[in-house]
């Protein structure tokens, strides 16, 4: 996590680096599960590395203010980038240090954990504490979404040895997506998907790709986990 804080400070201070509309995947996961299958549409939601916070927005917009965000990111230029949005409440938005514990943060019960492509930078042991952590926040009947890394990611880039902490070294290229180092926990299969996020109960999984070009180096499969206390 120390290296993904590096990482994202300078793409989000030097490269313009956000999200400018919702991921496509989290729009399905809104319209598809969330309103149609589960008929949930109101609540506290964090947004665990929520980034510029268009996600969080796009909740809060989608549902007229049901769903009420929360948010923690590592970055700490994202504080301006918070304040300066008229849709969410700023005061709901922490930076957090990499891998520390976000337990009394709030003094509400969420009602929703999203986890969009931020869960895989974390170790196994701060994996583990954070999956109890999102557990004991969350009023009963929460739901939880998350994506995780397919062990298919980036496999046109170097690789180290799993660590024993459970990350991966994915080394980059000058010209490519990834410069210098990145470290990944990947998730194999679905079985350890669903394993991983235990004691949410699974509801939904499966996988997407981004991008989906199979010549292009930026092309990453995830997986997806939805599950329910």
């Not at 986890?115 to 926040?137: C, P, R, W």
């Not at 998907?193 to 949410?200: A, I, N, Q, S, V």
């Not at 699974?202 to 997407?208: E, I, Q, S």
Request: aromatic share 16%; proline share 4%.
């Amino acid at each position: 996590m120390d290296n993904s804080l590096e990482a994202y400070t300078q793409k989000y201070d030097k490269e313009g680096y956000g999200l400018q509309y919702p991921d496509g995947h989290v729009i399905r996961f809104y319209e598809r599960i969330l309103k149609f299958e589960l008929h949930k549409t109101s609540g506290n939601l964090l947004d665990f590395g929520c980034g510029n916070g268009i996600h969080s927005q796009y909740f809060k917009d989608i549902t007229g203010g049901g769903i009420e965000p929360y948010g923690v990111d590592i970055v700490p230029s994202l504080r301006e980038v918070w304040d300066n949005n008229k849709t969410i409440n700023p005061k709901n938005f922490h930076i957090i240090k990499p891998n520390s514990s976000i337990k009394d943060l709030f003094c509400v019960k969420m009602d929703f954990i999203f986890a969009n492509q931020s869960l895989y930078y974390l170790t196994n042991s701060s994996f583990k504490e954070t999956i109890n952590e999102f557990y004991n926040m969350c009023n009963d009947g929460a739901i939880i979404f998350a994506t995780m890394m397919s062990d298919k990611g980036y496999s046109q880039y170097q690789r180290g040895e799993i660590m024993p902490n459970g990350l991966c070294e994915v080394k980059g290229c000058p010209t490519g997506r990834i410069k210098g180092s990145s470290y990944i926990r990947y998730t194999h299969s679905i079985e350890q998907l669903k394993e991983d996020f235990r004691p949410f109960k699974p509801l939904f999984w499966g996988d997407y790709e981004l991008m989906n070009l199979y010549n292009y180096e930026g092309s990453v499969e995830h997986y997806i986990y939805i599950g329910q206390k």
